[in-house]
């Protein structure tokens, strides 16, 4: 609780809360709605976005590895930060595709860099404690992520401006990434 970079941490945290669940709450309803696909295409769409997001962990995770988690969760926001505005700005269906394909690779890439990050920011024993503690900042997000969209949807008419908010809550999570500490050598 009194570490800085876990505080930083969990700032990051809450964008990524905020602004995934917003496209995973709204997506099917917004190609069914706004986007003219059927239920069934769009209900298929969001399986293979399902099946591909099952290894963006572990492909961001290595990434990493190799990046540095802060450059490492900065790509992976600003992937997700492109995937939301296509698919709030560019409403064809080849956008809404190259939208789907992009979250698809990213869906899980800040979880699996944060775990990471905890364990080289802070001592063994404290981080998985840590994470636990960032836990709440992604609930706090994903509370807060659909309650402001459909706020924002209901004053608009419109789904389009509520990825464009989550690709903002993106952007935000790739600048906090990029101002992390490096961590110390142990």
């Given at each position: 609780?009194?570490?800085?970079?876990?505080?930083?941490?969990?700032?990051?945290?809450?964008?990524?809360?905020?602004?995934?669940?917003?496209?995973?709450?709204?997506?099917?309803?917004?190609?069914?709605?706004?986007?003219?696909?059927?239920?069934?295409?769009?209900?298929s769409?969001?399986?293979?976005?399902?099946?591909?997001?099952?290894?963006?962990?572990?492909?961001?995770?290595?990434?990493?590895?190799?990046?540095?988690r802060?450059?490492?969760?900065?790509?992976?926001?600003?992937?997700?930060?492109?995937?939301?505005?296509?698919?709030?700005?560019?409403?064809?269906?080849?956008?809404?595709?190259?939208?789907?394909?992009?979250?698809?690779?990213?869906?899980?890439?800040?979880?699996?860099?944060?775990?990471?990050?905890?364990s080289?920011?802070?001592?063994?024993?404290?981080?998985?404690?840590?994470y636990?503690?960032?836990?709440?900042?992604?609930?706090?997000?994903?509370?807060?992520?659909?309650?402001?969209?459909?706020?924002?949807?209901?004053?608009?008419h419109?789904?389009?401006?509520?990825?464009?908010?989550?690709?903002?809550?993106?952007?935000?999570?790739?600048?906090?990434?990029?101002?992390?500490?490096?961590?110390?050598?142990?």
């Amino acid at each position: 609780f009194k570490s800085p970079p876990v505080w930083h941490l969990a700032g990051i945290y809450v964008t990524f809360g905020f602004s995934y669940v917003i496209y995973a709450t709204f997506f099917v309803r917004y190609l069914t709605a706004e986007g003219v696909f059927s239920i069934e295409r769009a209900g298929s769409l969001w399986s293979a976005v399902g099946t591909v997001s099952i290894v963006s962990g572990l492909i961001w995770g290595t990434l990493s590895d190799r990046l540095g988690r802060r450059n490492g969760l900065a790509l992976v926001f600003t992937v997700q930060m492109a995937s939301y505005a296509l698919f709030g700005l560019w409403r064809e269906p080849g956008g809404r595709s190259l939208s789907a394909a992009l979250f698809a690779v990213t869906a899980w890439g800040s979880p699996a860099i944060m775990v990471s990050a905890v364990s080289e920011l802070l001592e063994p024993r404290l981080a998985s404690a840590a994470y636990g503690f960032l836990s709440l900042f992604i609930g706090i997000g994903q509370v807060a992520g659909p309650f402001v969209a459909g706020r924002l949807t209901a004053h608009t008419h419109s789904y389009a401006q509520a990825f464009v908010l989550a690709a903002v809550a993106a952007l935000a999570g790739a600048v906090g990434s990029l101002a992390l500490p490096q961590p110390s050598r142990r």
